[in-house]
């Protein structure tokens, strides 16, 4: 894999220094407002795409229209090098992101995997709004050239140029970024597969916010915009990224996704020949003062920091084979310890010239909240110091300090250098067994049975039982029911469980493992979105006019429309279907009230005409 170069004449923005767990490792929910990727969170009926769930923290879950399942795009596995994508048809899938302050946006940096399927006139990829309103969209041509327009807070509609030769039949890495100089000046830069085809700057066209969802895969107000493509990942953050940042972010892709981003080597090991540490990439760089990342942890549970002797144009980066993390069988030991994770991450430490270089020690924060249990002075770092592959010849490095919250650290490392592998130890089996509690934990809908859950442990140790919870906000919780755990099990577990009343929309599930000794860990989150209860839900809301009315296809309707004075403005039936169309495109903008009778039952949804 090649990389690039970014650089800039001004650079605006440098993220906070704090553990970054946006992606690559750049970024958080402060300022990464949207991470769609479709290797998490996405949540299907069949191959039909349901939801997919946002990724940066900040709940911006896109979701199918509700009340026309025929548009839902499909989930494609494997799709390019070995992740999966979101295909659209072209004809009618789209998906949809309900309006967030946090979507509002004056500057941005926004990063796309994609492909086209066929190329035409108005392939949306993601537009704000309609296509003469957006406060940002980004759409391609027949000759795959790329049109970004915005719509300013003067109420002008304006696109640059069109810029030529964006996308293609093939994946690529995309990056449109806009920034404001002077608070006043809009900037936008286009790259593709990290070299730099597009700059403008515009005389006070500030971009207007407006509250229409985020629609992926097609604008509002239109026909004939759906896409025609695959989306494998979309990330958005709030401002433009500096240049060392830029590059973390599309080296992070490119591994991933197996793409090539130019002639400067920044990440190199995720090639076949250094063994595809293709998963998880984060890493640090410096372009220059005002250009430097120093802290990076990505969605991995390892977090690098604090260079001790960081460079102009260099980067540390480092990714993963995707290995268990879980110690039980494994063998390549050094003298002294018991069991060591499957997991083995590698290090790329080169400068922009494809030079290896050093920046001297690093701080290493592993964080182990989802192991039990832990005893810290049991804990130790293994470094492939030779290089050979193999860890039995090395010296573990430790125990580390506890910080508090589950995060241990090995501070002074100075033993990562340019392609040398690393992973975790355990010199005690039984304190400290660094057991992986989960290899697969899914929430699949299966209507109209409910949503399905199934997980699968590669070990239990002293696993007395699975609590599995349930929450609509993933902040609270309550217990829908428990599964008996293995006990000790060395082999593989699998499990089911069927929630058979899952809540109107979006569900989150947890699982909590409890130990025989009384000790809980709460493992990762899932979602599933379900539409088989009947509860009055509106979408799109906000609208423009026309809006679905969720309802249970086997009573018949009543559906009520009252203006702000409680007047009774519309009023339309339902019979035999999944769904109520209303039009209230020639009333005047506001809330109304709608109320749905459906025999001995009322329910009441607010909706919001807004054009």
Not at 243 to 271: C, F, H, P, T
């Amino acid at each position: 894999m090649k990389t690039f170069l970014m650089t800039s004449a001004l650079v605006l923005t440098v993220l906070p220094a704090c553990a970054q767990t946006g992606p690559g490792g750049v970024g958080s929910a402060t300022s990464n407002v949207l991470w769609l990727s479709a290797d998490v969170g996405v949540n299907t009926t069949g191959t039909a795409v349901d939801s997919w769930n946002d990724r940066s923290g900040n709940n911006n879950h896109a979701a199918f229209q509700a009340g026309f399942p025929a548009r839902r795009p499909t989930l494609v596995a494997a799709s390019q090098n070995g992740y999966p994508s979101i295909d659209f048809d072209g004809v009618d899938d789209e998906l949809l992101i309900n309006d967030a302050a946090s979507l509002d946006l004056n500057a941005w940096d926004f990063f796309l995997v994609n492909a086209v399927d066929a190329a035409k006139n108005n392939n949306a990829w993601f537009t704000k709004s309609t296509n003469t309103t957006c406060n940002y969209g980004w759409w391609s041509t027949a000759t795959n050239a790329m049109q970004m327009p915005i719509y300013d807070i003067f109420g002008l509609f304006g696109a640059p140029a069109t810029v030529a030769n964006v996308t293609g039949a093939a994946f690529t890495v995309e990056e449109y970024s806009n920034t404001l100089y002077l608070g006043i000046f809009p900037s936008r830069s286009v790259y593709r597969n990290g070299a730099s085809i597009y700059t403008d700057i515009s005389i006070l066209q500030l971009p207007q916010h407006n509250n229409q969802p985020l629609r992926i895969g097609n604008a509002a107000g239109v026909t004939g915009w759906n896409l025609d493509g695959d989306i494998a990942e979309l990330i958005m953050y709030n401002n433009r990224l500096n240049s060392a940042q830029r590059i973390i972010v599309g080296n992070y892709l490119s591994a991933k996704y197996g793409l090539w981003l130019g002639a400067e080597e920044v990440y190199r090991m995720d090639d076949a020949a250094s063994g595809n540490f293709d998963h998880e990439v984060a890493g640090i760089g410096r372009i220059n003062a005002s250009n430097q990342h120093t802290d990076a942890r990505g969605s991995s549970i390892v977090r690098i920091h604090s260079p001790s002797n960081l460079g102009n144009n260099e980067f540390m980066m480092w990714g993963h084979d995707n290995g268990i993390l879980g110690t039980w069988g494994s063998v390549d030991l050094p003298a002294g310890i018991q069991g060591r994770w499957h997991r083995v991450w590698r290090v790329s430490e080169r400068n922009t010239s494809a030079v290896p270089i050093d920046v001297g020690s690093v701080t290493m924060d592993f964080d182990l909240n989802g192991f039990s249990p832990i005893a810290g002075p049991d804990i130790r770092l293994l470094v492939d110091t030779d290089n050979d592959g193999v860890f039995a010849d090395e010296t573990p490095i430790g125990p580390p300090t506890s910080i508090g919250g589950g995060i241990y650290r090995f501070s002074g490392v100075t033993q990562l250098v340019d392609q040398r592998r690393f992973t975790l130890g355990t010199i005690n089996l039984t304190s400290t067994p660094l057991p992986v509690e989960l290899i697969t934990f899914e929430a699949r809908t299966e209507a109209p049975a409910g949503i399905a859950l199934s997980w699968s442990t590669a070990t239990e140790r002293g696993s007395a039982r699975f609590d599995i919870q349930r929450s609509s906000d993933a902040v609270s919780w309550h217990v829908l029911g428990s599964v008996p755990g293995a006990g000790n099990s060395q082999e593989r577990q699998d499990y089911t469980w069927m929630d058979h009343e899952p809540l109107q929309g979006a569900n989150y599930y947890r699982l909590r493992q409890v130990d025989t000794d009384g000790a809980t860990t709460d493992l990762p989150v899932r979602s599933a979105w379900w539409s088989g209860v009947r509860s009055p839900v509106a979408f799109p809301n906000p609208t423009d006019g026309r809006f679905a009315l969720t309802v249970d296809a086997d009573v018949p309707a009543m559906v009520e429309v009252l203006d702000p004075l409680g007047r009774i403005v519309r009023t339309v039936q339902g019979q035999g279907a999944p769904h109520v169309v209303v039009d209230l495109g020639d009333l005047p903008d506001g809330t109304y009230m709608v109320r749905c009778a459906q025999g001995e039952r009322l329910g009441v949804a607010r909706v919001v005409l807004d054009r």
